[in-house]
């Protein structure tokens, strides 16, 4: 069975740090590309950042330069470091692995709303952590 387990959320004030973790049950998720995600309310869910299995980054433009993502296989761990943390940062966040190759995410267009909602079934989601940030 495959799991991921998110940790770390909670509620900052605007200009705060957070930083999740996300522990995945087995090794050989480490040979796919892993990520985060968000949803907020009323809202489509969308990437913020992932990492390739060669280590190669990639992020939401609006996370750009204040967000880090990094992963450690030994640890079985991914994590998402959070800087300068903005109001319209609050939403759910998801760790996340595609299941299905059709559903690599790990690039620009994999993390697009249009592409999570095509590619949703053939990803595997982790249960969540909440951000909140307040102004």
């Known amino acids: 069975v495959r799991r991921l387990v998110e940790s770390g959320g909670g509620s900052v004030q605007a200009g705060g740090t957070l930083s999740l973790s996300c522990e995945y049950s087995?090794?050989?998720?480490?040979?796919?590309?892993m990520g985060w995600f968000r949803q907020a309310p009323g809202k489509e869910r969308e990437g913020v950042a992932s990492?390739?299995?060669?280590?190669?980054?990639t992020y939401a433009n609006s996370v750009k330069g204040r967000f880090t993502i990094s992963k450690d296989d030994g640890k079985n761990t991914l994590y998402l470091r959070m800087n300068s943390l903005k109001p319209d940062d609050t939403a759910m966040y998801y760790c996340a692995a595609p299941s299905e190759f059709t559903a690599w995410f790990c690039d620009s267009e994999g993390l697009s709303a249009p592409f999570v909602a095509k590619h949703h079934d053939d990803i595997r989601w982790g249960q969540g952590t909440q951000v909140t940030v307040s102004s």
């Open positions: 990492i390739d299995v060669d280590g190669t980054t």
């Open positions: 087995i090794s050989s998720m480490s040979a796919l590309c």
